[in-house]
């Protein structure tokens, strides 16, 4: 299964520490520049995300609960969803990024968790985090694909749904 973004927000709530503005070039254009590699984007705010963008109630309450996100970031509470003002023109280190490799929903098919990275468990699922935390020992010596093949086969025999 290919990556699918939720658009739970926690990646871009944190890219504020990696992408700066570096020049409003007027009409919406802006000129990010990525703190650590130099990197120069001119972004584009989309047609469609105007409103959203330049809605300070949103911008006040996104930059309230997530002081590092990035410039273009917004997060709608009443959807739970965020989105990227400049999602077609976003920078490479955006468009390159999918957060997680095993994905874990629970019997109703809401996400519990996801792997991400090599061996990291991202879940606020109380249940999911103390079968992860019970278990996690006894596979450290396992190589990496051993290590998901484990996982998968713990998480599905205490009933999540697994997809990689
Ligand atoms: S890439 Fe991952 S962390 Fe970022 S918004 Fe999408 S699901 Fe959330
Ligand atoms: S440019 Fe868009 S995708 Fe990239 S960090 Fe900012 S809001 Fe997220």
């Not at 570096?22 to 990197?39: K, S, W």
């Not at 965020?82 to 957060?99: K, L, Q």
């Not at 990275?117 to 450290?140: I, M, N, T, V, W």
Request: aromatic share 10%.
């Amino acid at each position: 299964m290919s990556f699918e973004c939720s658009q739970c927000g926690d990646c871009c709530s944190h890219l504020g520490l990696v992408h700066t503005i570096e020049a409003d070039l007027g009409n919406l254009r802006y000129i990010v520049r990525n703190r650590y590699t130099g990197e120069r984007t001119t972004v584009v705010v989309d047609p469609d995300k105007t409103a959203l963008f330049l809605d300070k109630n949103i911008e006040t309450g996104t930059f309230a609960d997530r002081p590092e996100a990035c410039p273009f970031f917004r997060f709608i509470r009443e959807e739970e969803k965020g989105y990227c003002c400049v999602h077609a023109t976003r920078p490479e280190i955006c468009r390159d990024y999918g957060c997680w490799r095993i994905l874990i929903l629970d019997s109703s098919g809401r996400r519990a968790g996801r792997i991400m990275e090599s061996r990291h468990l991202g879940s606020d699922d109380p249940l999911l985090l103390s079968l992860f935390a019970a278990k996690a020992h006894d596979l450290e010596r396992l190589s990496d694909s051993d290590w998901d093949d484990a996982v998968i086969r713990i998480f599905r025999s205490a009933g999540y749904v697994v997809r990689t």
